[in-house]
Each structure stands twice: as C-alpha cells, then as structure tokens.
C-alpha cells in the first residue's frame, strides 16, 4: 500500500464504515463496476456546483462529474428548480407529454440535418444497444464493426474488445481479435462485432472486405473517451463517413459523452460531419437518467409503432427527465456557456502541459474542449493500444495524491478523463494547478 493510499484512508474512516455496510448487502457495495476504486470507494454526501464532499467532510474540485454527466456542474439551481415544479405534478405516468418534444425540438436544433427524429431511452446502454438493432434492421445484416477499446455500455453486442482482456488476447494491431469483456456472453457476441483500431481508415477498409457486404454499421466515438481522450487525426471521421456511403452501412456517432458537451452541438458540429444515428445521454439529462437516439427520418421511421424494429421502456421520455434535460439544456449551457468552459478547459490543458515540461516528467495531456487526461506516457495516443502504453500504478499514485489534496482530477482509472463543467471557474483552475504540481513534483521525486 502506498503512502498515498494510506493517507486517504486515513481521512476517509466514515467512507470505509460506509463500504463495508454496503458491500454486505450490494455487489462490490456499489452499483456499478466502475465506481469501486480499491481500497473503497468516496461516499458523497453533499455537492454544489463543481464541488462534492464526502462522508467525512473533505472537500473536493470535482472533475469526474459523474464520468462527464454533470455538465450543468452539481446541484444547479435552474435544474433543481425545475425538478421540484415537475415532482409536483408527478414523476411518471406511462403517457406522453409535452416535455419530451421541447426537449426533441432542442436536441434537434442543435444537430441540424442530422437528426430528423428522435427517441428517449432511460441511459447510454440503452441508445447504442437499440441503435446497432436499428442499423440491422434497416440493411438485413448482421455484423457491427466498433473500436478497439471504446465503451458503448454494457450491452452484449458492444461489450467486446473494450481493453478488459489481457493484452496477450488483444491480437495484431492491424486485425483486432474481437474479446469477449464478460463472463455469459454468447458466441454471436463476438462473432457478429468486429474490431478495428481508432484513427486507421486502411484496416476499417479491410474489414469491410473482409466481411463481404455483410456490415450493418460502424459505431464509433468521433472523439473517444476510453484511452484518456483521444481526437481524431485529420481526414480521419471524413474517412470513415465515406467508407460507410460506399458500402451502404449505418455510421452511428456514440455522443453519450461528448454530446452536448464538447460543443453545443456536440462532435457533429465540432468536426462537421453528418452520421446516419446519434445517440446521446449523460449531459441532455441535466443530472437526471436520461438517454436517446436519433438520426435520419427513413431510420427513424422504422422504430415501432411506425415501423417494425421494436424500441419500448417504461421509464422512456419520463416527464422529470425531460424537464431535467430542457432546463440544462435551453437554460444553462448557451453557446456564451460552452465557450466559457472550453476556455477553462484550455487553461487546465495548457498548465498541466506546462507542468510536465518544467519537471521533465514522461506525460502527456490530451484535450478536446472541455474533456481532456493525463496519460503517464510520453507520446499523445492515437489509439487505444497506444494510451494502454502508459503507467498505470504511476497513475494511480497521481490519482490518490490529488484527492488527499481535495481534487479529484478525473475519473478513478487512468482511462478516463477530466470534465470541465458550467460551475466551474478560474479559482478552480489556479487551485487545480497548484496541486497538480505539487503532486508531480513529489511522485516524480
């Protein structure tokens, strides 16, 4: 155990009472996978704006934001408000309201001539897993070519070569092996999902030729978020868009993350390119479970009832959800907004940079407005294979040392990323740096 984990368990006893209750009665004691960071996980009690706190008090510069999802920063009062007038009149009904198509109608404002029509899920895994079912159901047939090592949910399909495997088992880097990432998937799993590498156009091509007309689609982060975060190179989304006219495929955007974040308009306005479906999630919720997908009207016009690919959810388009989702969205991050925050984005990028140079530390930081990560590596990845080079118990030293020191700096594993959301400010950002050099100095030592 390192002095860094040490020193957090010592300010964190209420945190540990906490898990161990928890882990008697909850898997893991969390409710997701991701959220358990050994030795025990932070347990919140409190947040506003880009600060939490935990169980016993510390105090802590939030930059995972639920893993990019706090857009609006915690605890927006323009968001909360809306909340409370909604639970007012009720929180799910199982009929439709007039909420869900202001929020459709602002969704589609912000990518026009890429989504004619719209559908609400309840999450992320929900919109890719009914999105891959959408573009087969639209060209009869069977194979989804994704990302080697992007994460599209936990979905069967799409939980396949997300980097869970051992390197060993990840094949050439010029033909991925397609790896089942858990235990009960069947053989279609991987048998229908083939992968390739982010950013290298030649291989997608040549799996196109090799599965002989029998693509379906391409899903794909346009900016990828499992790897740090990881733009793509010049030429690249231009690319694969054509590719998939060529053969006749469904390109489908993953903006889960970066929709509605990293531009107002999301990676379709940033990069100018025009998918075939969008799905989206985390920042059109405002804090609140919400997701969707969209796109195209002659896709869209197959979803049931008016055509036959079968898309239902009990919770789908919930009147809090959409009432969340319009507040953050028409109310809280205007255009003034998202340029705000990329700025402050930019300063994070830019000092850290700076940092890393000054104390001659093997680092880089990757950026893309306002998400971006330190990798302890040299070179700026391209790839996932390439971010998987770096230090990843160095990492966690860097990890642990900031939260001792009331930041945390990012998501808990070293393939995430830092978020910048509307709440946070210049103090945040000055205070952020001056951390970050103290700890780099210190485990650089």
């Known amino acids: 155990m390192t002095q860094a984990v040490q020193e957090f368990e010592r300010r964190t006893p209420k945190c540990k009472a906490a898990w161990e209750h928890a882990a008697a009665l909850i898997p893991g004691g969390v409710g997701s996978a991701i959220q358990f960071k050994p030795p025990y996980p932070i347990y919140i009690g409190d947040s506003k704006g880009s600060r939490v706190w935990d169980l016993d008090g510390n105090e802590y510069i939030d930059y995972s934001l639920c893993y990019a999802a706090m857009v609006a920063g915690h605890a927006n009062p323009v968001i909360a408000e809306a909340i409370k007038k909604q639970a007012d009149h009720g929180t799910l009904y199982g009929m439709p309201t007039t909420l869900a198509g202001d929020l459709a109608e602002e969704i589609m404002r912000r990518y026009p001539g890429v989504i004619d029509m719209i559908r609400f899920t309840q999450s992320g895994v929900e919109c890719t897993q009914t999105a891959i079912r959408l573009a087969r159901a639209a060209t009869g047939r069977k194979h989804i070519v994704k990302i080697e090592g992007s994460y599209h949910g936990g979905t069967d399909d799409l939980l396949v070569s997300t980097g869970g495997a051992p390197k060993d088992a990840w094949g050439p880097g010029d033909a991925p092996a397609s790896t089942a990432d858990s235990a009960g998937l069947l053989p279609s799993s991987t048998d229908y999902t083939t992968v390739v590498q982010f950013n290298d156009i030649e291989h997608m091509r040549a799996a196109f030729d090799r599965l002989d007309g029998d693509v379906a689609g391409v899903i794909i982060e346009p900016a990828m978020t499992n790897g740090g975060v990881i733009p793509p190179q010049p030429g690249y989304l ?94 809280v991050m205007t255009t003034e907004r998202y340029e705000e925050m990329t700025r402050l984005g930019t300063k994070l990028a830019d000092g850290q940079r700076k940092i890393i140079a000054d104390l001659g530390i093997p680092a880089c930081v990757t950026q893309v407005t306002t998400l971006g990560g330190i990798l302890f590596h040299p070179e700026e990845p391209t790839n996932f294979r390439e971010a998987a080079r770096c230090d990843a118990a160095l990492w966690d030293e860097y990890w642990f040392s900031m939260l001792n020191k009331g930041v945390i700096p990012m998501g808990s594993a070293w393939f995430e990323e830092w978020s910048i959301s509307a709440a946070h400010t210049d103090e945040d950002i000055d205070r952020t740096l001056e951390v970050t050099h103290d700890v780099l100095q210190a485990i650089s030592a």
């Open 238 to 331: 231009e690319a694969v868009r054509a590719l998939t006219t060529e053969k006749g495929s469904v390109l489908i955007f993953d903006e889960v993350k970066v929709g509605c974040r990293i531009a107002e308009g999301g990676a379709t306005q940033l990069y100018g390119i025009k998918p075939d479906l969008v799905t989206l999630a985390k920042a059109i919720g405002g804090g609140v479970p919400v997701g969707a997908f969209g796109g195209k009207r002659e896709l869209m016009e197959m979803v049931t009832p008016l055509g036959p690919m079968v898309h239902f959810g009990t919770y789908n388009a919930n009147p809090l959800g959409m009432a969340a989702g319009l507040a953050c969205l028409t109310k």
